[in-house]
């Protein structure tokens, strides 16, 4: 399952279309010869600081099963036969397996929203119970205006499994 563990904010952005990049991506072993989870260290920016979502942000276009209910989404991809693929998720097999995450509200207080900081992102490296080997994730990023930061996409990691 994935996780948000914090952000933090700092005041120097322009552009009002959120923007994302990869700091650094971190594979982490359980010390038992297998992984336990992958750390994606994020870096965004937003110069309207409309990052992240309200409690009370669930109707309309962030309603529950909308397209916009997550603001950074995160989908696993797999390796198959040469082939990157969504695989499906083992406890849902009508759906793929996704890691999407609603970010909290993260607009700063004042006159300035520029907004800026890092997401530390954990990534089981069996995401309910789905034991892929070789897998990379694809990240995505959209403000309350429902601006859309590019497409990231990590390195390719090779996973052990018990």
């Not at 309207?48 to 989908?75: E, I, V």
């Not at 082939?83 to 609603?102: A, F, G, M, Y």
């Not at 207080?109 to 490296?125: D, L, M, P």
Request: proline fraction near 5%; charge should be neutral.
């Amino acid at each position: 399952m994935a996780g948000l563990l914090s952000c933090s904010d700092s005041k120097n952005t322009t552009s009002n279309v959120p923007e994302l990049s990869i700091l650094g991506e971190y594979l982490y072993s359980s010390g038992y010869d297998y992984d336990s989870f992958i750390l994606v260290d994020l870096k965004y920016s937003d110069g309207d600081g409309d990052l992240g979502l309200n409690p009370s942000d669930t109707f309309g276009d962030f309603a529950y099963k909308q397209r916009n209910f997550y603001n950074l989404y995160c989908w696993y991809l797999e390796k198959k036969n040469g082939v990157w693929v969504q695989p499906l998720n083992p406890q849902s097999i009508k759906d793929t397996l996704t890691l999407h995450e609603r970010l909290p509200s993260l607009t700063p207080q004042g006159s300035s929203k520029s907004i800026s900081g890092v997401i530390n992102f954990y990534i089981s490296a069996r995401p309910n119970q789905y034991r892929g080997d070789t897998v990379k994730y694809r990240f995505q990023l959209v403000d309350r205006a429902l601006n859309r930061s590019k497409m990231l996409e990590t390195k390719i990691f090779t996973l052990k499994h018990p």
